[in-house]
């Protein structure tokens, strides 16, 4: 009997279609763009604090919303706002009443509720369960609040709380994008607890799900994930659109670990509805799979759906094995003259839909006077268009003159006539200027402006300068985990790896972790590694059990480069011995593929883990929330300055310094790793190149932006943005309100030094000292900047106090 399904659909499926660490714009309070009739309030306390003064940064009227009378602990008073339309809501900045100094109230803490029709309203509540958002500590400064989750809704109350009776007003701004998507609920089987034997008990219920519970169902939601007990051989899913669509095929990404009992779906049948008040029709859509006992990777399985209309859908999968394990879900759809491929990211376990734009078309009879009208009007429209890209080249040079006349006086006068630098600059603020007054310009060589295209503003070409002449190691990340002293690879044989030779077989598969340019990094299973290393092995006590691994495993087709590059990188990080520096263990090299086997670090990367906490309080011991105290965060930041000390004594630059490369083990000591940008769950920190991820700007020092030197200084502006995430619980991207155009025109503005450039603010968990320190670490001029010597001496004296 086939007993088990393992289903993971996440929701919002936003994620299809909308990036949250992207959709975060303004929405309309501010700028007045939401209508004072669109914002509405339960009470007032006078005309001039009514709700359409709640808006951020105004001074209008008494300066803000304030409920009426002493707001009491009991009090449910709200600021309503309506947003006119269904919108992915991430973000919510609030401020208190100032009113140019006059007033002194806000609201420390508030609740979010939130509805789609106005009707059935629903509260926020966190991943950890909790509905209370921290709010404001003065009356000025606004606070800033990532929806994890984010919503869709379109009507949004914002509920203050306080545990005292007290005056409060606020002021509001919501952030996000508007809702595109076509799904507008979807019905599966309920989640329940999953005990498998030797594995810890894990609840696959989804703590963010909005919808309705039926007779062991969810419904009515677009987020659930859930293991389903199904006694009958299938499992069945439902989905209703926003409207009828004609339906091309289904994909559906299955797990095939057919050794443990989990295969695809051996058949699916689907039959269709083409209103929501129609019955289903009889004729089903069936198609059988092709089942694989010999590839135990999970694959996309596309069932044909053969254009069927319907605005509704039902599902029956049908099991091959005990278990099927499902990580998405996505439809394809269009009319009758245009076809929709969705955009899926693959590590997002995501329900997708795309709807696809109506296109009209003109009937297959259509009189030829008409097409050739058409035709002369694309001819005259595309002659126009490159009319107008020749002027902008004109244009171009002409600016691209003028400015480099007045940059070469400004050059003599502020830094000399030496030759050689003053060249370098010329070209830099050509870069600059090209990029910034144009939008177009050329990398760090003479770039050609007649052919300048965005993506040619910013180059991953560009050469990188260490403190001395050094490697590129890409490993199978396609990124540099170290940049190191040439001289220790210039040569390179099999006896140069001091790393042992593991016996290949003895690796068992867990799970893919991440995926390079080159290869991919595994979790797996080293059997009897302790007894392999012997004494003195980094590895904790197991008690006879398997020890977890991390291996970075090479393809079999990468370029002899590539597998050169990943040979040194070996023989570099075998050197390398350091608490706080992750350890290769041993290597398989004797026969393709390539790997190496590295510490597994249990509780993942710092950034995942800081992310899931709050900061310790009477509050997260009452209701036992994951935390971490002020003393926790200061000794993460010890460990780190220590690793990276090590790393610059032997002239080593790691270029991705960030909390999503600092690795945990069970016992919270953190190690310096490379894994970040291999993981797609990270793929929106680094800035991409016609469509690759290539370099993380947003912890990268100035010169590393626009010069392409990487060296241990700017190693150290790094650790300063690592800090900031460390004091922000990992809570938002640095500079999560600018896009990363933004972040490089703020890159000019340090080069040029003229006291525009913006700075990451100061995190509230953060001691004044020690925000100090970060500033330090992001000063323009490079000498200034501290060394990680000085750094982990500064640090250290605060742990423990």
């Given at each position: 009997m086939h007993l088990f399904l393992l289903l993971t659909l996440q929701a919002t499926a936003a994620f299809g279609q909308i990036d949250p660490a992207h959709c975060r714009y303004a929405l309309g309070m501010e700028d007045g763009r939401i209508k004072d009739e669109d914002i509405t309030a339960s009470s007032?306390?006078?005309k001039t604090t009514g709700p359409q003064y709640a808006r951020l940064n105004w001074e209008e009227g008494d300066g803000a919303w304030c409920p009426q009378g002493q707001l009491e602990p009991s009090d449910s008073q709200y600021l309503q706002v309506d947003l006119g339309r269904l919108t992915f809501l991430?973000?919510?900045a609030t401020q208190g009443r100032y009113a140019r100094n006059s007033g002194n109230e806000f609201a420390r803490a508030y609740r979010l509720n939130y509805s789609k029709d106005g009707l059935l309203w629903k509260s926020?509540?966190?991943?950890?369960?909790?509905?209370?958002?921290?709010?404001?500590?003065?009356?000025?400064?606004?606070v800033i609040n990532d929806l994890h989750p984010p919503v869709i809704t379109r009507y949004?109350?914002?509920?203050?709380?306080?545990?005292?009776?007290?005056t409060v007003c606020m002021r509001v701004e919501l952030y996000g994008c508007p809702w595109e998507d076509g799904l507008i609920s979807y019905s599966a089987p309920e989640g329940q607890l999953m005990m498998p034997p030797g594995y810890p008990i894990a609840s696959l219920n989804d703590s963010?799900?909005?919808?309705?519970?039926?007779?062991?169902?969810?419904?009515?939601?677009?987020?659930?994930?859930?293991?389903f007990s199904i006694l009958n051989g299938y499992v069945e899913m439902e989905f209703v659109f926003d409207r009828q669509r004609n339906f091309t095929s289904m994909k559906v990404h299955s797990n095939n670990m057919f050794s443990r009992g989990v295969k695809i779906f051996s058949s699916v049948s689907c039959w269709f509805k083409p209103r929501l008040i129609a019955c289903w029709e009889a004729e089903p859509v069936s198609f059988k799979t092709v089942l694989d006992d010999r590839n135990p990777s999970a694959r996309y399985v596309t069932v044909p759906l053969n254009r069927r209309a319907a605005k509704s859908l039902r599902c029956r999968f049908n099991f091959a094995d005990v278990w099927m394990m499902f990580s998405e879900i996505s439809f394809q759809s269009g009319n009758t003259h245009t076809r929709t491929r969705d955009t899926i990211l693959p590590t997002q376990m995501t329900l997708v839909v795309t709807s696809p734009p109506v296109t009209s078309y003109p009937p297959d009879d259509v009189n030829t006077p008409i097409l050739i009208g058409c035709l002369v009007t694309i001819i005259l429209l595309l002659v126009i268009i490159i009319f107008l890209i020749l002027w902008c080249q004109y244009v171009c040079k002409v600016l691209e003159k003028v400015r480099r006349e007045t940059t070469d006086r400004e050059l003599k006068d502020s830094i000399g006539t030496k030759l050689s630098l003053k060249k370098q600059i010329l070209k830099l603020d050509k870069h600059i200027f090209l990029l910034f007054l144009t939008g177009c310009g050329g990398g760090y060589a003479e770039p050609d402006v007649t052919q300048c295209t965005p993506h040619q503003c910013f180059h991953s070409n560009a050469p990188h300068y260490a403190e001395t002449d050094i490697v590129r190691l890409q490993g199978v990340t396609g990124?540099?985990?170290?940049a190191v002293p040439a001289l220790t690879v210039d040569s390179l044989t099999r006896k140069d790896i001091s790393a042992a030779e593991f016996p290949r077989q003895q690796l068992i598969f867990r799970e893919k972790l991440g995926e390079g340019q080159f290869g991919e990094v595994h979790l797996c299973e080293a059997e009897g590694l302790p007894e392999f290393l012997g004494e003195g092995s980094p590895l904790p006590e197991r008690d006879g059990q398997s020890v977890l691994v991390a291996v970075k495993q090479l393809r079999a087709d990468a370029t002899s480069q590539a597998r050169n590059d990943f040979l040194k990188e070996i023989k570099i990080m075998s050197r390398l011995n350091d608490p706080n520096i992750i350890r290769l263990l041993c290597v398989c090299v004797s026969s393709d593929p390539l790997c190496m086997v590295t510490e597994y670090m249990e509780n993942g990367d710092l950034n995942m883990f800081l992310s899931q906490r709050e900061i310790e309080s009477t509050l997260t011991h009452a209701n036992n929330i994951p935390s971490v105290s002020l003393s926790d965060l200061l000794h993460m930041s010890v460990q780190i300055s220590s690793g990276m000390k090590y790393l610059a004594s032997l002239n080593f630059v790691h270029r991705d310094l960030a909390t999503r490369n600092c690795l945990l083990d069970r016992r919270l000591t953190i190690k310096i790793a490379d894994f970040g940008m291999s993981r797609n769950l990270y793929s929106s920190d680094y800035y991409r190149i016609q469509g690759r991820a290539v370099l993380p700007i947003r912890w990268m020092a100035w010169e590393s932006i626009l010069l392409g030197k990487f060296t241990t200084a700017s190693d150290v502006w790094a650790f300063g943005v690592t800090l900031w995430e460390i004091f922000t619980l990992c809570k938002e991207q640095p500079y999560s309100l600018l896009s990363d155009e933004q972040v490089i025109e703020n890159t000019?503005?340090?080069?040029?030094?003229?006291?525009?450039?913006?700075?990451?603010?100061?995190p509230p968990l953060c001691p004044p000292s020690l925000f100090e320190l970060m500033m330090r670490c992001w000063s323009r001029d490079i000498p200034n900047r501290p060394t990680f010597e000085g750094l982990y001496q500064a640090l250290r004296p605060h742990v423990n106090q």
């Amino acid at each position: 009997m086939h007993l088990f399904l393992l289903l993971t659909l996440q929701a919002t499926a936003a994620f299809g279609q909308i990036d949250p660490a992207h959709c975060r714009y303004a929405l309309g309070m501010e700028d007045g763009r939401i209508k004072d009739e669109d914002i509405t309030a339960s009470s007032q306390w006078y005309k001039t604090t009514g709700p359409q003064y709640a808006r951020l940064n105004w001074e209008e009227g008494d300066g803000a919303w304030c409920p009426q009378g002493q707001l009491e602990p009991s009090d449910s008073q709200y600021l309503q706002v309506d947003l006119g339309r269904l919108t992915f809501l991430t973000v919510v900045a609030t401020q208190g009443r100032y009113a140019r100094n006059s007033g002194n109230e806000f609201a420390r803490a508030y609740r979010l509720n939130y509805s789609k029709d106005g009707l059935l309203w629903k509260s926020w509540r966190n991943r950890l369960g909790n509905a209370v958002m921290e709010g404001n500590k003065n009356a000025y400064t606004s606070v800033i609040n990532d929806l994890h989750p984010p919503v869709i809704t379109r009507y949004v109350r914002l509920i203050p709380v306080t545990k005292v009776s007290t005056t409060v007003c606020m002021r509001v701004e919501l952030y996000g994008c508007p809702w595109e998507d076509g799904l507008i609920s979807y019905s599966a089987p309920e989640g329940q607890l999953m005990m498998p034997p030797g594995y810890p008990i894990a609840s696959l219920n989804d703590s963010t799900y909005d919808g309705a519970h039926e007779r062991r169902r969810v419904t009515h939601a677009l987020c659930t994930h859930g293991s389903f007990s199904i006694l009958n051989g299938y499992v069945e899913m439902e989905f209703v659109f926003d409207r009828q669509r004609n339906f091309t095929s289904m994909k559906v990404h299955s797990n095939n670990m057919f050794s443990r009992g989990v295969k695809i779906f051996s058949s699916v049948s689907c039959w269709f509805k083409p209103r929501l008040i129609a019955c289903w029709e009889a004729e089903p859509v069936s198609f059988k799979t092709v089942l694989d006992d010999r590839n135990p990777s999970a694959r996309y399985v596309t069932v044909p759906l053969n254009r069927r209309a319907a605005k509704s859908l039902r599902c029956r999968f049908n099991f091959a094995d005990v278990w099927m394990m499902f990580s998405e879900i996505s439809f394809q759809s269009g009319n009758t003259h245009t076809r929709t491929r969705d955009t899926i990211l693959p590590t997002q376990m995501t329900l997708v839909v795309t709807s696809p734009p109506v296109t009209s078309y003109p009937p297959d009879d259509v009189n030829t006077p008409i097409l050739i009208g058409c035709l002369v009007t694309i001819i005259l429209l595309l002659v126009i268009i490159i009319f107008l890209i020749l002027w902008c080249q004109y244009v171009c040079k002409v600016l691209e003159k003028v400015r480099r006349e007045t940059t070469d006086r400004e050059l003599k006068d502020s830094i000399g006539t030496k030759l050689s630098l003053k060249k370098q600059i010329l070209k830099l603020d050509k870069h600059i200027f090209l990029l910034f007054l144009t939008g177009c310009g050329g990398g760090y060589a003479e770039p050609d402006v007649t052919q300048c295209t965005p993506h040619q503003c910013f180059h991953s070409n560009a050469p990188h300068y260490a403190e001395t002449d050094i490697v590129r190691l890409q490993g199978v990340t396609g990124s540099n985990m170290y940049a190191v002293p040439a001289l220790t690879v210039d040569s390179l044989t099999r006896k140069d790896i001091s790393a042992a030779e593991f016996p290949r077989q003895q690796l068992i598969f867990r799970e893919k972790l991440g995926e390079g340019q080159f290869g991919e990094v595994h979790l797996c299973e080293a059997e009897g590694l302790p007894e392999f290393l012997g004494e003195g092995s980094p590895l904790p006590e197991r008690d006879g059990q398997s020890v977890l691994v991390a291996v970075k495993q090479l393809r079999a087709d990468a370029t002899s480069q590539a597998r050169n590059d990943f040979l040194k990188e070996i023989k570099i990080m075998s050197r390398l011995n350091d608490p706080n520096i992750i350890r290769l263990l041993c290597v398989c090299v004797s026969s393709d593929p390539l790997c190496m086997v590295t510490e597994y670090m249990e509780n993942g990367d710092l950034n995942m883990f800081l992310s899931q906490r709050e900061i310790e309080s009477t509050l997260t011991h009452a209701n036992n929330i994951p935390s971490v105290s002020l003393s926790d965060l200061l000794h993460m930041s010890v460990q780190i300055s220590s690793g990276m000390k090590y790393l610059a004594s032997l002239n080593f630059v790691h270029r991705d310094l960030a909390t999503r490369n600092c690795l945990l083990d069970r016992r919270l000591t953190i190690k310096i790793a490379d894994f970040g940008m291999s993981r797609n769950l990270y793929s929106s920190d680094y800035y991409r190149i016609q469509g690759r991820a290539v370099l993380p700007i947003r912890w990268m020092a100035w010169e590393s932006i626009l010069l392409g030197k990487f060296t241990t200084a700017s190693d150290v502006w790094a650790f300063g943005v690592t800090l900031w995430e460390i004091f922000t619980l990992c809570k938002e991207q640095p500079y999560s309100l600018l896009s990363d155009e933004q972040v490089i025109e703020n890159t000019g503005e340090f080069f040029r030094n003229q006291g525009r450039q913006i700075f990451l603010y100061a995190p509230p968990l953060c001691p004044p000292s020690l925000f100090e320190l970060m500033m330090r670490c992001w000063s323009r001029d490079i000498p200034n900047r501290p060394t990680f010597e000085g750094l982990y001496q500064a640090l250290r004296p605060h742990v423990n106090q």
